[in-house]
């Protein structure tokens, strides 16, 4: 009999120290430049509070937090991120520790404006501008999905009126440009590079009047390196562009099959400009 007594009294020992460990929860996913708060579950208060944090990918100890003594604790999304909470409290004199959580934050794509390749709209790197054939228009695209909210096309600085969709056609001169967020995070807006645009009343002389039989680019998009299959008594030199009209690599055409390497390059849209004795064509590459 005594010794079931004692075994009841440890089990209710057990029972009520597992009754009195706190419970945490909080906001594990944060937006850039948001905070998040992380709290105790339940309405029962303790003498003491002091929360924790790691790093989850490293083996270091859990460190205690300056200032966080108390039964909330608000977090940067910057400081804090992939980092492991607990909180560890005390009641008379018994300590107890809580649930761990991991705190997290949106990482997404980054911001592109695309366009498909046409006759009637290309790049002159020596104006550092787009060409537009007199009468005509092209389409500008953002990448959406992720990027589908709060969307604002821009002409000369001023929002134009009713360019709130992913894709907005161009028909004039001047120098655009677009924002957007993630649906996932709608104020964390991200704006492209201007792009400036230039009406093109001469098209035969235009940049890009070649035949595209002359030449062939692959695998487009790329990742570290594209080949251009090329008529090397057509063009003879290429110069490649990043989307503000810096020239970021240069080199001569040889070989009817040539491979250039980007692999020192961020992710993103460039400008490949074949030239010859008497033309050149420049077309959009995307280095994923």
């Known amino acids: 009999m005594k010794k079931q007594v004692l075994t009841l ?22 937006c850039p430049w948001t905070d998040g708060t992380a709290q105790i579950t339940s309405s029962q208060t303790y003498d003491t509070y002091q929360w924790y944090y790691k790093y989850w990918f490293l083996d270091d100890e859990y460190q205690a ?13 910057y400081t804090y991120d992939q980092s492991l909470f607990k909180v560890v409290v005390t009641s008379g004199a018994t300590t107890y520790e809580s649930n761990t959580i991991q705190i997290d934050s949106w990482n997404w794509t980054s911001f592109l404006v695309m366009y498909e390749d046409a006759e009637n709209f290309t790049f002159d790197p020596d104006t550092q501008s787009f060409l537009l054939c007199d009468g005509t228009s092209v389409t ?17 600085d001023e929002p134009i009126d009713g360019a709130n969709q992913p894709s907005y056609t161009i028909t004039s001169a001047g120098v655009y440009k677009v924002s957007a967020a993630p649906s996932v995070c709608p104020n964390n807006s991200s704006t492209s590079l201007e792009f400036p645009v230039q009406m093109n009343s001469n098209c035969q002389l235009a940049v890009g009047d070649s035949s595209k039989k002359d030449f062939t680019i692959y695998p487009n998009p790329a990742n570290n390196q594209f080949t251009v299959k090329a008529n090397t008594s057509v063009f003879n030199q290429y110069f490649l562009f990043d989307m503000t009209g810096k020239k970021v690599g240069q080199g001569a055409l040889n070989q009817s099959e040539q491979t250039i390497s980007i692999a020192n390059l961020e992710s993103g849209i460039y400008l490949i400009s074949l030239k010859g004795e008497n033309t050149s064509t420049t077309h959009k590459i995307v280095k994923q």
Not at 16 to 30: E, N, R, Y
Not at 65 to 75: L, Q, R
Not at 140 to 155: G, L, V
């Open 9 to 30: 009294a440890l089990f209710l020992i057990g029972f009520l120290s597992f009754a009195q460990a706190p419970t945490i929860s909080g906001d594990t996913m944060l």
């Open 65 to 77: 937090i300056d200032g966080a003594t108390g039964p909330t604790f608000t977090y940067d999304w």
């Open 140 to 156: 500008m695209s953002i990448n959406n999905p992720p990027y589908s909210e709060n969307i604002q096309w821009f002409k000369n």
